[in-house]
């Protein structure tokens, strides 16, 4: 008898301490959609996110599960060597190759790799390395972060730094040059980027509201590689998010695109 509580008691600190290493996360949602002229509409989304870690190796998995069959949306794992940090990719994403105006792929594109970063003695600099030969080099020096992509498809440079009050990005990809800006004007949240796309939030009797300007996508012709993309206007949104002491959060959106009114009921754990 002794013998049996001595093992059940060792299983139960076996299995504790399995338990403590897995972390289980998720978001559920259901949304009522008028569509404005158009016909309405009721969606639902939910996602599971299971993360296992085992001393320094992490490895996280996702699932869509709103559907008979529920799929896969990610599988990662990471591991570090010494200064050496080792990243799979596992999950072969199934992309939507329609020719339906928004820019898909016309053919599916391999998701999977591994990339392997080297955490190099130059200076506050990170230098790293993946599988397609990419080489990024990483640092931050009196508060400016800046990072520097050498690849075939045409480097990227990002810089991003918080002065006087205002968080600035400004990122060179192929000689092409966007930027976005955030800052907090008497309580109101902005952001401004280069597409002219601006976004305000602000606390309004408990509730926050969110107005946005969305701005206009230019239409752009098939390449190779992609079908084309439609030309679409500008339009802005309004939107009122509630939390509530249940642990949900409600939401009312309403979107001059179409002049449809969304009413969405979340929770997030």
């Known amino acids: ?14 299995s504790t301490s399995a338990i403590a290493a897995v972390a289980l996360s998720g978001a559920a949602s259901v949304s009522y959609d008028d569509n404005g002229s158009a016909a309405s509409a009721t969606t639902y989304d939910a996602d599971i996110t299971l993360v296992g870690t085992a001393g320094g190796t992490t490895f996280t998995y996702s699932m869509d599960v709103d559907s008979a069959a529920p799929a896969t949306t990610a ?44 955490d190099a003695p130059i200076g506050d600099a990170t230098v790293g390395l993946d599988n397609s030969g990419n080489v990024t080099v990483s ?15 045409g480097d990227t440079s990002t810089v991003a730094a918080a002065i006087a009050g205002m968080d600035i990005s400004v990122t060179n990809k192929a000689g ?15 952001t401004l980027n280069s597409d002219q796309a601006i976004t305000a939030a602000f606390g309004l009797t408990g509730n926050t509201m969110t107005v946005s300007h969305i701005a206009a996508v230019a239409s752009a012709a098939e390449t190779a590689t ?18 509530l002491t249940s642990g949900a959060a409600l939401s009312a959106t309403y979107s001059s695109a ?6 969405k009921a979340s929770v997030a754990f």
């Open 176 to 190: 092409a040059t966007t930027w976005s800006l955030g800052t907090t004007v008497s309580g109101v949240d902005l």
């Open 226 to 243: 992609t079908y084309s993309v439609s030309a679409v206007k500008a339009y802005s949104t309004v939107a009122i998010s509630r939390d």
């Open 258 to 263: 179409d002049d449809s009114l969304t009413l």
């Open 75 to 118: 599988a990662d794992m990471a591991t570090t060597i010494g200064p050496v940090t080792i990243a799979a990719d596992m999950h072969q994403v199934n992309e939507d190759n329609n020719d339906d105006g928004d820019g898909d792929s016309i053919l599916d594109t391999d998701d999977t790799g591994v990339t392997i970063s080297l």
């Open 139 to 153: 640092g931050t020096w009196s508060g400016v972060t800046v990072t520097h992509v050498n690849k075939n498809g």
């Open 1 to 14: 008898m002794k013998k049996l509580i001595a093992l059940f008691a060792v299983t139960t600190m076996a």
